[in-house]
């Protein structure tokens, strides 16, 4: 049990990292797919913590996160290539 609030601190630490590309990016394309993988990061950190902790409510949480990122991502590609 112990591994997967391991796991789960570990991608906290990926999503510092993640954020540190978002501020940094040279591109808008890259601070676009760092913010969808730390979408995905977060999502799966939660995840493993309700698994860890047998709370239903991070799920819930986490899926949230996953499909509020996946959105996110469609909308802001789409700005991008400059369809909106």
């Given at each position: 049990m112990?591994a997967?609030?391991?796991?789960?601190i570990?991608y906290?630490?990926?999503d510092?990292?993640?954020?540190?590309?978002?501020f940094?990016?040279?591109?808008?394309?890259d601070?676009?797919?760092a913010?969808?993988?730390?979408?995905l990061?977060?999502a799966?950190?939660l995840?493993?913590y309700?698994l860890?902790?047998?709370?239903a409510i991070?799920?819930d949480?986490g899926?949230?996160?996953?499909l509020?990122?996946?959105v996110g991502?469609?909308f802001v590609?789409r700005?991008?290539?400059?369809?909106?």
């Amino acid at each position: 049990m112990t591994a997967l609030l391991i796991g789960a601190i570990i991608y906290v630490i990926l999503d510092f990292a993640l954020l540190y590309r978002i501020f940094r990016g040279p591109t808008a394309a890259d601070r676009m797919c760092a913010a969808d993988a730390l979408d995905l990061t977060t999502a799966t950190a939660l995840v493993m913590y309700a698994l860890y902790t047998g709370r239903a409510i991070y799920l819930d949480v986490g899926l949230v996160v996953a499909l509020l990122g996946f959105v996110g991502t469609v909308f802001v590609s789409r700005y991008l290539e400059g369809r909106i």
